[in-house]
């Protein structure tokens, strides 16, 4: 059994609405859809989480289909959501939502064409 603190539902909904708004807490997990353009973004998006997951020594369930990916997170050894969670999804957002078309810089981003696009943005 670990030593960290677990937190209550209503305090992974409240953390959840502040800071994560597109995840959301169910039976246990915090848990977000990530949209795709089909089959290569998908495994983008899989593969991103995964490197996160490892360099953070915390692992996420993980389903996909040909254009979304669900990511789940707990932390098994507290039993419940702990801060390790919160951070995780929070570098997984970043990292997955990142768009530098948005930025005032020279990256322009992935071209807004069907040919190219391989995640949907929120």
């Known amino acids: 059994m670990s030593d960290e603190k677990t937190y209550s539902e209503e305090e992974i909904k409240k953390y959840l609405e502040e800071h994560l708004g597109n995840?959301?807490?169910e039976n246990g997990w915090i848990r977000r859809k990530y949209k795709t353009s089909g089959w290569k973004g998908t495994l983008m998006v899989i593969n991103t989480i995964g490197h996160?997951?490892?360099a953070a020594w915390h692992h996420p369930d993980i389903s996909a289909s040909?254009?979304?990916v669900i990511?789940?997170?707990q932390n098994h050894a507290a039993k419940g959501i702990t801060d390790k969670d919160f951070i995780l999804a929070k570098?997984?957002?970043e990292?997955?939502?990142w768009n530098p078309?948005?930025?005032d810089n020279t990256l322009e981003g992935t071209p807004d064409d069907p040919r190219f696009k391989y995640i949907k943005y929120d």
Do not use: P
Request: cysteine-free; aromatic content about 24%.
């Open 23 to 25: 995840w959301y807490f």
């Open 101 to 103: 078309a948005n930025e």
């Open 91 to 93: 570098r997984i957002e």
């Open 66 to 68: 040909y254009a979304f």
């Open 95 to 97: 990292v997955i939502q």
């Open 71 to 73: 990511v789940k997170l």
């Open 52 to 54: 996160l997951a490892e």
